[in-house]
T-cell receptor, first 108, second 116 residues
Framework: KNEVEQSPQNLTAQEGEFITINCSYSVGISALHWLQQHPGGGIVSLFMLSSGKKKHGRLIATINIQEKHSSLHITASHPRDSAVYICAAIPLGSRLTFGEGTQLTVNP | SAVISQKPSRDICQRGTSLTIQCQVDSQVTMMFWYRQQPGQSLTLIATANQGSEATYESGFVIDKFPISRPNLTFSTLTVSNMSPEDSSIYLC?????????????FGSGTRLTVV
């Protein structure tokens, strides 16, 4: 069992839909990243959070430390949001541990 | 905010040859991390590069295959040696704690390697 699990693995949505990607982890963490990877391979950090909720534009990330769960929400999705979204936990005293990623496709 | 420049962005190489990937950070950092992402897989840490000492390799990765240089606090290279088609992957460098990152991780733009 992976220490970081994401769901769903693949997600197809219509433009404008509200999207949720979930991440569960089984270890104690100091923080958690939500990353976005475009087809070229480069990775951008969307959020790093250790508690509560963060918002940036149409993106919202939440984390519940007690339940060891985090979610990434995209409101009013757009085709340019199509990418792989990766949850990456920073375990206490250790290095990044990655989820398997969620391939999001937003159709016009 | 601080930036990582990685190059080349992609390459197609013949088996048996070697490719060196460069990673330049615009701020001094203690540790740089090199990752491999095989097709359809998540990222796997290859090694951690510290300035002034040998890189620390993860299980399954060896220095002869993936030699790393770290000549100063802003630059590192990863070489993929004696390549085979199984080395076809995306390779990424990463650092932690750049100014403005709140001790988070920042990634390079990746090198997409295809070995034929």
């Amino acid at each position: 069992k992976n220490e970081v699990e994401q769901s769903p693995q693949n997600l197809t949505a219509q433009e404008g839909e509200f999207i949720t990607i979930n991440c569960s982890y089984s270890v104690g963490i100091s923080a958690l990243h939500w990353l976005q990877q475009h087809p070229g391979g480069g990775i951008v950090s969307l959020f790093m959070l250790s508690s509560g909720k963060k918002k940036h534009g149409r993106l919202i990330a939440t984390i519940n430390i007690q339940e060891k769960h985090s979610s990434l929400h995209i409101t009013a999705s757009h085709p340019r949001d199509s990418a792989v979204y990766i949850c990456a936990a920073i375990p206490l005293g250790s290095r990044l541990t990655f989820g398997e990623g969620t391939q999001l496709t937003v159709n016009p | 905010s601080a930036v990582i420049s990685q190059k080349p962005s992609r390459d197609i190489c013949q088996r048996g040859t070697s490719l060196t990937i460069q990673c330049q950070v615009d701020s001094q950092v203690t540790m740089m991390f090199w990752y491999r992402q095989q097709p359809g897989q998540s990222l796997t840490l290859i090694a951690t590069a510290n300035q002034g000492s040998e890189a620390t390799y993860e299980s399954g990765f060896v220095i002869d295959k993936f030699p790393i240089s770290r000549p100063n606090l802003t630059f590192s290279t990863l070489t993929v040696s004696n390549m085979s088609p199984e080395d076809s992957s995306i390779y990424l460098c990463s650092v932690q704690g750049l100014p403005g990152s709140n001790y988070g991780y920042t990634f390079g733009s990746g090198t997409r390697l295809t070995v034929v």
